[in-house]
Every structure is written in C-alpha cells, then in structure tokens.
C-alpha cells in the first residue's frame, strides 16, 4: 500500500484488471489526496484551486474512458453506472461552488475526505469491480 499524508493510499485490491482504468483510478487517488493535503495545509487559494480544477477535468476524462470501455465490452449495468457517474459530477460541482464562494477551508477539507475520498473507494470496490467481473466472465480483451 502506498503511504498518503491526508487523503487516500492506492492498494492493489482497487484494481478491476483494465491497466488504463487501473491507473486512471490511481490517479485520481493521488489527485484527491493532493487536493485534501492542500486544503490541510492552508495553501494558497490557486494551489488548491488548480489541484481542484486538475480534479474535475481529470474525472470528466476518465469517466468519459470508463464509459467507453463498459459500452465496449457490453456492461450490462451501463446506464445506471453513467448515472452514478453524473450524480458525482454534480456534487463535485457543488464543491467546487463552496470553494469559489469561500475558499479553501477545513470545512471544505473534511467535505473533501467525507464525500469524495468515500465516494471514490466505494464506487472502485463496488461499482467498478462490477465492470472488471463481466470483462473476466465475457473474455472481452482490453
């Protein structure tokens, strides 16, 4: 397991089997972690601003990427995974919201651990697992 300061450590039982997804969840595992460390630290407000907006703009990619790949392969759950995809967004967004309103905070952080930290370990072990279960059972080839 990698060591994180705040936030989340990547560990090999998040991996679903799909090498880009893999490291696409990686990343966004550092990211959050950057961004929570940033928060914690009191960083200037761009730091934390451009590590947020990283964030976001990275999400978007990689869910746009995961989606592709569940279409690929015929993921039978599609539709209600892209709509978990899109309810995140939206609280993201609202996250964002809180911070161009008020700026980087420890209420912003600990929202920031609760929500999003949760939220990506959750839907990695649940929801995408799911994803990497029928690309095993169908033998589609990544």
């Known amino acids: 397991m990698e060591e994180m300061k705040y936030g989340v450590a990547w560990n090999d039982s998040y991996k679903l089997g799909a090498e880009k997804v ?11 972690s950057d961004l929570v460390d940033a928060c914690l630290s009191g960083s200037e407000i761009e730091k934390v601003k451009e590590t947020l907006d990283f ?25 209600r995974h892209k709509t978990l995809h899109e309810d995140f967004k939206v609280t993201v ?5 809180e911070f161009n309103e008020s700026g980087s905070s420890m209420e912003l952080s600990n929202s920031m651990n609760k929500i999003v930290v949760r939220w990506l370990i959750n839907h990695i072990r649940v929801e995408d697992k799911k994803i990497g279960r029928h690309i095993e059972k169908t033998g589609y080839k990544i």
Do not use: I, M, R, S
């Open 22 to 32: 893999d490291a696409q969840h990686k990343k966004l595992f550092e990211l959050v």
């Open 55 to 79: 964030l976001v703009n990275y999400t978007v990619q990689h869910f746009t990427e995961e989606e592709a790949l569940q279409v690929l392969c015929g993921f039978p759950d599609y539709e």
């Open 93 to 97: 967004g609202e996250l964002v919201k």
